[in-house]
């Protein structure tokens, strides 16, 4: 019993529930006790600070909410009383304003500080309507709220089981990279034995542990400036895993028994897999040291000289001439990733070698992740919150419904941060939302009648408040996200607040609570399904076209000239378009269709790996001899593909099949096969060293696999039902 209690207590979800409710609770209480005016926006700035779990995220939040907050209590106040007696352009300039922030909140460098200016100006907008010479006093009150709401958290996330940014990182890169010592373990043998399927997955899904990793990297910086002085050296190492990554996610090609690399080499690979699965394993200890790191290296280099010397003795074996060539190939792409392992391995030894002493400030933070501008899916949630903020004011103003301050607000909160909830189904079901929600709302308005009399009391009041956001911090940290119903719970804890048990709570009052809400829910689900509507086979559909984009990028500028973000999103893209695909079950879409659609995903995914890789890094390899007619072959050749891509880009977007004709794209494989095959005759004839041929072989490889597999994704793409889902609008 008292282990199962402890077990309870050292949970994090509910460590974290624990926090999110004595922050509550403290807020409202301080609150009281200084007899501010509105209590409800200290404890919707706990809500909103403490979804960041980690004490360099707070404090960066809490900047950020600070200035987001006075400019849109600036604005809010200036728009009201100047412009209320003009409606229309009132209107314009609060949509503008909600619309931008809101925009730049899904995708900007300071996301809080935009998504508090747009908050804080609707809330002193929907509250100074009525009276707007007054509309200052709304500005001021929100800016004091805001601020204790941010004290608070502060306190309370530094105190209370305080989590660290730069403290995980370490832990958890560490952990990563004991996971890839086991992924190479059950993925090096491939060649020879057939290799883990289950190994190759769990590498190609690091991407999304490299984001995560890099976001406490990002938190990390703001907790400390000893962590700061080291972010580019951190950095560099997460881009090596990356790599490492995905260099094992490759390994799979298997070599029959009885192959000729089979027979003479098996020796020298395995013992080259050892040091290799050593040197990731020392890099997963925190005792690693700059002489271990040094034994590892020469081990790995000792295992590379074996190898070059066992394929120099070897060539005056005629048999090496008349291996097949898929066993070229196969063996090709092992040794080009074993040796993108042993560069990546090599990298994060230079980095950790050189970390800089304290008080080092040369050091520059690198490049952002993510897009400097909001695309396109974010541009529109900008523009629908616009038009619910707007509608909910201009219903406010003309029917003037009950509950009007926490309709306009909650039309804003239901249609803008819907798009942030996790799982990826977007507007889907928007209005089966509604009449749910109103059946919860119908209740708890009951509840709250019956409990009128009690709600007078503070220790009800904070046990009230304590619980509802214990569930809350404990869901949002379990579920890693705030789902649509927790956006409606936030907003119903907020409200029973802002009742102000203190006082007798009228009938009308808890009417208005439940009207303000239900009118928000019913705006901001019409805006959400009537312009624009953000469904699971759109969001996937978005996510196929923008990996397609970002491939033919990678062929036409090389990858090593995208910005980091590009890059990123080309990593992480598969990995949401198959949370989408999990949503796509009949009757939404036909029998067999998701099956269908993760293998289409899968190969996509593997063409897009294959030219990461190759693209920009076999020309400069060629022998002069052959350096125009490589490069001719490799031009035509990524044009071809460029092609394809762009055929699944448009047949992606109409709902169609790719139109184009595969004959060409065959006639290139096999005329590459061929000139591939000659060129490492060549190079052997003319005693270029072993690993030269290899990275040669293995590079064209790549080409190749990327060829042969869009041929697949055709195939494939004539086999899928966009037609039958894709355009479909049901509610």
């Known amino acids: 019993m008292r282990a199962a209690i402890r077990a309870v207590f050292l949970d994090p979800a509910f460590r974290y529930g624990i926090k999110f409710g004595v922050a509550g609770v403290l807020a409202v209480f301080i609150a009281l006790f200084l007899r501010l005016q509105e209590p409800t926006w200290a404890l919707f700035t706990i809500f909103v600070l403490m979804i960041a779990q980690y004490v360099g995220a707070i404090a960066e939040k809490s900047i950020f909410r600070i200035i987001g907050t006075v400019i849109g209590a600036f604005l809010g106040y200036l728009i009201t009383a100047s412009f209320e007696q003009q409606p229309v352009l009132f209107l314009v300039l609060v949509g503008i304003i909600v619309g931008f922030c809101t925009a730049m909140f899904g995708q900007s460098r300071y996301p809080y500080a935009f998504l508090l200016c747009g908050m804080t ?12 010479d007054q509309s200052w006093q709304y500005a001021c009150w929100r800016i004091e709220e805001v601020t204790l709401g941010i004290l608070v958290a502060i306190l309370v996330q530094s105190v209370l089981w305080p989590r660290y940014a730069r403290v995980e990182f370490l832990k958890n890169v560490r952990l990563a990279f004991a996971d890839l010592q086991k992924c190479f373990h059950a993925s ?3 060649v020879f034995t057939g290799g883990s399927l289950e190994a190759s997955r769990r590498a190609e899904d690091f991407p999304a542990r490299i984001s995560a990793l890099r976001g406490l990297l990002d938190f990390g910086a703001r907790e400390s400036q000893y962590f700061r002085d080291r972010l580019k050296t951190y950095f560099g190492i997460t881009s090596s895993l990356a790599s490492m990554a995905s260099a094992i996610a490759t390994l799979s090609k298997f070599l029959p028994d009885g192959s000729f690399y089979h027979l003479h080499l098996r020796p020298e690979c395995e013992a080259l897999h050892r040091s290799l699965e050593e040197a990731i394993g020392d890099l997963a200890v925190e005792e690693s040291s700059a002489a271990s790191r040094a034994k590892h290296r020469d081990a ?13 003795a070897l060539r005056g074996d005629p048999a090496l001439f008349t291996v097949p060539t898929d066993a070229i190939i196969a063996f090709g792409l092992h040794l080009l990733a074993l040796d993108e392992i042993r560069q990546q391995i090599e990298s994060s030894h230079e ?18 992740f993510v897009s400097p501008f909001p695309p396109p899916f974010w541009i529109r949630s900008g523009i629908k919150s616009a038009i619910a903020v707007v509608a909910a004011l201009v219903l406010d103003n003309w029917l003037q419904p009950p509950g009007a301050a926490m309709f306009v607000l909650g039309a804003w909160v239901f249609t803008s941060l819907n798009a942030t909830s996790p799982g990826g189904r977007g507007d889907w079901r928007a209005f089966h939302y509604v009449v749910f929600s109103t059946a919860l709302l119908i209740v708890v308005s009951l509840i709250l009648l019956a409990i009128r009399p009690l709600l007078s009391s503070y220790a009800v009041m904070n046990t009230l408040i304590f619980t509802w956001l214990f569930a809350w911090g404990y869901l949002s940290f379990s579920i890693r996200g705030v789902t649509i119903p927790m956006q409606l719970a936030m907003l119903m804890i907020v409200g029973i607040l802002g009742l102000n048990g203190q006082e007798p709570i009228s009938f009308q009052a808890i009417v208005e609570f439940f009207f303000g809400l239900a009118f928000a829910l019913l705006v901001a689900a ?19 076209v923008e990996f397609l984009r970002l491939c033919r990028c990678v062929l036409a500028e090389g990858p090593q000239s995208l910005p980091l973000w590009q890059k990123t999103r080309i990593a992480l893209i598969p990995g949401e378009a198959a949370v989408r695909i999990g949503l796509l079950t009949p009757p939404l879409c036909p029998p067999g269709e998701p099956d269908r659609l993760r293998e289409y995903l899968t190969i996509l995914r593997r063409v897009g790996a294959q030219l990461v890789v190759a693209v920009g890094r076999l020309e400069p390899l060629l022998p002069k001899e052959h350096a125009q007619n490589g490069h001719q072959r490799i031009v035509q050749f990524e044009s071809e593909i460029a092609k394809h891509l762009a055929a699944h880009e448009t047949g992606m977007t109409e709902a169609e099949p790719p139109v184009l004709d595969p004959a060409e794209l065959t006639r290139i494989l096999a005329t590459w096969k061929e000139w591939m095959t000659e060129m490492r005759v060549w190079m052997l004839h003319h005693q270029y060293a072993g690993l030269d041929v290899v990275r040669v072989v293995g590079l064209s490889g790549r080409y190749e696999e990327a060829g042969r597999d869009l041929l697949l994704a055709n195939d494939q793409a004539r086999s899928l039902r966009l037609r039958d889902y894709m355009g479909d609008y049901v509610l």
């Open 121 to 132: 100006t609707v809330v002193v907008t929907s509250n100074g309507l009525g009276n707007p």
């Open 188 to 190: 090096s043998q491939a």
């Open 300 to 312: 790995i280099k000792e295992g590379f000289r074996v190898l070059e010397e066992k394929l120099v």
């Open 351 to 368: 980095l950790l070698d050189s970390l800089p002493e304290m008080g080092d400030f040369s050091r520059r933070e690198p490049q952002p």
């Open 526 to 544: 019409l805006v959400q399904r009537l312009i624009w509507p953000s469904l699971p086979q759109w969001e996937l559909r978005d996510r196929f």
